[in-house]
T-cell receptor, first 115, second 111 residues
Framework: EPEVTQTPSHQVTQMGQEVILRCVPISNHLYFYWYRQILGQKVEFLVSFYNNEISEKSEIFDDQFSVERPDGSNFTLKIRSTKLEDSAMYFC?????????????FGPGTRLTVL | QQQVKQSPQSLIVQKGGISIINCAYENTAFDYFPWYQQFPGKGPALLIAIRPDVSEKKEGRFTISFNKSAKQFSLHIMDSQPGDSATYFCAATIYGQNFVFGPGTRLSVLP
């Protein structure tokens, strides 16, 4: 069964450093998403991406964040200058459609630890 | 108005019992209401979902009840099993975009 994959599974970085989290969505999916989940808290939407551009973003997704689909398979989240409060699980998701309740399939997540 | 409220925060049920988790929303533009199951260290996985034109949807032991006028929906897990022990999130979305998640319910099913 196709699945969303994410690398790395755990990333440790120093405050102020740049990190890139990588995702490979399911191959025939067209819509891509990033979410984060601070330990023990709810899942929070960051950004959705379609047709090589951001279609929606939350207030969490500020200028420190960017997304890119550098090739036909990868979807990346870049945090330019990490803060302590960026420590969280970051989940990538993808869906075939967005309308009519397009089911989003989540990857296993990347645990980001900012020291 | 974008919030989804969820209760209880945690739930302990005996094996074979019924687990009930409730959610409420404000934004009447939401048009899709999925439930996700999350095991420790894993991403959320879609369990079951409903659209507001349906009052109930059942898949195996899992049932969503939807009350459009009250803006509430709930997940019922019949014959709960220890393997159902996980965190459950309700969510709501408008046209499949920007899923808003509830804060989660940690379910423990005792053997």
């Amino acid at each position: 069964e196709p699945e969303v994959t994410q690398t790395p599974s755990h990333q440790v970085t120093q405050m102020g450093q740049e990190v890139i989290l990588r995702c490979v969505p399911i191959s025939n999916h067209l819509y891509f998403y990033w979410y984060r989940q601070i330990l023990g808290q709810k899942v929070e939407f960051l950004v959705s991406f379609y047709n090589n551009e951001i279609s929606e973003k939350s207030e969490i997704f500020d200028d420190q964040f960017s997304v890119e689909r550098p090739d036909g398979s990868n979807f990346t989240l870049k945090i330019r200058s990490t803060k302590l409060e960026d420590s969280a699980m970051y989940f990538c998701a993808s869906s075939v459609t967005s309308g009519g309740g397009g089911t989003q399939y989540f990857g296993p997540g990347t645990r980001l630890t900012v020291l | 108005q974008q919030q989804v409220k969820q209760s209880p925060q945690s739930l302990i049920v005996q094996k074979g019992g019924i687990s009930i988790i409730n959610c409420a929303y404000e934004n009447t533009a939401f048009d899709y209401f999925p439930w996700y199951q999350q095991f420790p260290g894993k991403g959320p996985a879609l369990l079951i979902a409903i659209r507001p034109d349906v009052s109930e949807k059942k898949e195996g032991r899992f049932t969503i009840s939807f009350n459009k006028s009250a803006k509430q929906f709930s997940l019922h897990i019949m014959d709960s099993q220890p393997g159902d022990s996980a965190t459950y999130f309700c969510a709501a979305t408008i046209y499949g975009q920007n899923f808003v998640f509830g804060p989660g319910t940690r379910l423990s099913v005792l053997p």
